[in-house]
């Protein structure tokens, strides 16, 4: 089949303050290093409503309408600020994690890629934190769960900080299963090992700083992969961070690009085992604009080789 990129110009009119890390250049640089892909591009439609209320509350999107400024920038807290396109933004952010799983669930892709921002795995049930406002991945998660009718759905997430957000939204989902990697310790402090979920559905997997792609591959594969195995998802989310690159101002990680395609390459491998090959990602850090683009593109040409 083929890889569907999904992505949307309002994903550009989420502003944050000058020299903020989560700035529109990320986007820009990404869609920039993807253009020579052969790609089904597809614009990210706006979720609706009722999509966002699957996982926040009515009151926590209220908040948010009325914290969403007509000039300059509301602050949430002391690195989350929206502009006056941020909500927008973010409704085409989750707008495309959805359209992504409605492809490869019906068979118009076989994977996807949501190229998108606002980032979504630091958002919890009602609170926006680190630079996210909507729980992207658990969206997707939830939407293959209950929209699709699917009954084991596996969310794996390499960014270099915890998705706390992603844990918080499905730790009482049993038919989901978290798998989350990150640097520890570092921001936001979650991530433990005993942190496991209401039906030991998390398996959070703490990497030392100044590790690498050695120590993450040997995790990966004494891990992640025989958990994956043993759940045998119908479907799996990959929270994509780019931010446990060597070259990323924001950690202590050092992957390499071609570790990002490694591990691209295992999920892919992974998802043809066990559910015919469908994968939906959706980008959440990374903050080297250079590295991102690189990391990001090879993470892309992997999927589009996994989709051949």
Known sequence: MTTALITHADCLDHVNPEGHPERVARLEHILHALEPLDLLRVGAPMAAEDDILRIHPAAYLADLRKARPNEGFGQIDGDTFLSPGSLDAAFRAAGAVIRGVDMVLGGEAQNAFAAIRPPG??????????FCLFGNAALAAKHALDHHGLSRVAVVDFDVHHGNGTQDLLWDEKRALLITSQQMPLWPGSGRVDEDGAYENILNIPLPPESGGA?????????????????????????????????????????STQDFAWITQQLCILADEMCDGRIVSTLEGGYDLNALSAACKAHVEELIEASK
């Open 121 to 130: 795995h630091h958002a919890e049930t009602d609170t926006a934190m680190g």
């Open 215 to 255: 120590e993450m591959r040997a995790a990966y594969q004494g891990q992640v992969f025989p958990r994956l195995r043993d759940f045998k998802p119908e479907l799996i989310i990959i929270s994509a961070g780019f931010d446990a690159h060597q070259d990323d101002p924001l950690a202590n990680l050092n992957w």
